[in-house]
């Protein structure tokens, strides 16, 4: 029972490695789409920069414009890649709780069989006991006759 457990509790740790893992390169790309909303952010606050500037720089209006489109394009595909992620951690989430279910069900049968163990010993004592009592008494039966 004890060496079962023990693989229980190995798997159930090398999935918790797991899912830290998931959950830190999810985190990583939370920070990337972050940063893109960021510089995009930026753009629009450059672009109204050069909008109110008394003559008006075509070309790098244009150039803000583009790279504002092109933040757009990022920041899509970003968000994919953070879905995907998400769903690899709730993937690993899943399989988490159905170790840590699986540890405790070991640990829960590993109880009742050492209860049970400890039960029939006492029982088993019990009887040493009972035979003895016996044995001491009939011995004395014997002894008065």
């Given at each position: 029972?004890?060496?079962?457990?023990?693989?229980?509790?190995?798997?159930?740790?090398?999935?918790?490695?797991?899912?830290?893992?998931?959950?830190?390169?999810?985190?990583?790309?939370?920070?990337?789409?972050?940063?893109?909303?960021n510089?995009?952010?930026?753009?629009?606050?450059?672009?109204?920069?050069?909008?109110?500037?008394?003559?008006?720089?075509?070309?790098?209006?244009?150039?803000?414009?583009?790279?504002?489109?092109?933040?757009?394009?990022?920041?899509?595909?970003?968000y994919?890649?953070?879905?995907e992620?998400?769903?690899?951690?709730?993937?690993?989430?899943?399989?988490?709780t159905?170790?840590?279910?699986?540890?405790?069900?070991?640990?829960?049968?590993?109880?009742?069989?050492?209860?049970?163990?400890?039960?029939?010993?006492?029982?088993?004592?019990?009887?040493?006991?009972?035979?003895?009592?016996?044995?001491?008494?009939?011995?004395r039966?014997?002894?008065?006759?």
């Amino acid at each position: 029972m004890q060496s079962v457990l023990n693989i229980k509790q190995k798997t159930e740790g090398q999935i918790k490695m797991e899912f830290a893992a998931a959950q830190a390169e999810l985190n990583r790309q939370y920070d990337i789409l972050d940063e893109y909303i960021n510089r995009k952010e930026n753009y629009l606050i450059e672009a109204e920069k050069l909008r109110n500037e008394e003559t008006l720089p075509l070309q790098d209006i244009l150039d803000n414009q583009y790279a504002t489109a092109q933040m757009d394009v990022m920041i899509a595909s970003q968000y994919k890649i953070v879905q995907e992620h998400e769903a690899e951690v709730e993937k690993v989430r899943v399989r988490l709780t159905r170790a840590i279910q699986e540890r405790k069900m070991q640990e829960t049968l590993r109880e009742r069989a050492y209860a049970e163990y400890l039960e029939e010993e006492k029982q088993e004592e019990a009887k040493e006991n009972d035979q003895r009592s016996s044995f001491t008494y009939g011995q004395r039966q014997q002894e008065n006759n």
